[in-house]
């Protein structure tokens, strides 16, 4: 069971560029997130899928774009990179077992945009 | 208004002592869940305690106890015999709603945690 895994671990993009960040988990999860944590700061929300075929905008869309490819895989796309985009992408993904609905994170994405 | 207040960046305990990391929130939701979260150096985001606003009892997870006061809205995270490996960012997150209907943690700024030998 690796869990959560996001792909790649580092990238370096210049100003305009755009990117595709992989996220997939192997518990058989409904819902999976991307967040994105700045320096000193915690965690934002950026946008969610629910279940499979669903996606929502969180507190911080602007820029970005995801696709809910399967149950397992949910992408994150920068279109058009900012340095503004700078910052540590984490992918989460939850199942509502019974109990809580805790959110199991991947090892997250630096990326640095120049 | 700050949803989720973690007013001490930045603490320091002995090894083998207790230490308690504060956290405060804000919502009108009868039904929400309180989480902790630790960060170690290396990065990734490691689930510790959950605390749902119905729940009668304290969380407790091995050494990890959560002090839930709902009246005051606060949700302490209690560290009991503190090892040199607890040293890392902690972070309380919160969920507005419903766990069958509400997917959106809400995450505040962290402590840093520091255990000296």
């Known amino acids: 069971n690796a869990g959560v895994t996001q792909t790649p671990k580092f990238q370096v993009l210049k100003t305009g560029q755009s990117m595709t960040l992989q996220c997939a988990q192997d518990m058989n999860h409904n819902s999976m997130y991307w967040y994105r944590q700045d320096p000193g700061m915690g965690l934002r929300l950026i946008y969610y899928s629910a279940s499979e075929g669903t996606t929502d905008k969180g507190e911080v869309p602007n820029g970005y774009n995801v696709s809910r490819l399967n149950k397992r895989e949910f992408s994150l796309r920068l279109e058009s990179a900012a340095p503004s985009q700078t910052s540590v992408y984490f992918c989460?993904?939850?199942?509502?077992?019974?109990?809580?609905?805790?959110?199991?994170f991947g090892p997250g994405t630096r990326l640095t945009v120049l | 208004a700050q949803k989720i207040t973690q007013t001490q960046p930045g603490m320091f305990v002995q090894e083998k002592e207790a230490v308690t990391l504060d956290c405060t929130y804000d919502?009108?939701?009868?039904?929400?869940?309180l989480f902790w979260y630790k960060q170690p150096s290396s990065g990734e985001m490691i689930f510790l305690i959950y605390q749902g606003s119905y729940d009668q009892q304290n969380a407790t997870e091995g050494r990890y106890s959560l002090n839930f006061q709902k009246a005051r809205k606060s949700a302490n995270l209690v560290i009991s015999a503190s090892q040199l490996g607890d040293s890392a960012m902690y972070f309380c997150?919160?969920?507005?709603?419903?766990?069958?209907?509400?997917?959106?943690?809400?995450f505040g700024s962290g402590t840093r945690l520091l255990v000296r030998p």
């Open positions: 919502t009108s939701d009868p039904s929400y869940g």
């Open positions: 989460a993904s939850s199942g509502h077992p019974p109990g809580t609905d805790t959110q199991y």
């Open positions: 997150a919160m969920r507005e709603g419903p766990r069958d209907s509400s997917y959106k943690l809400i």
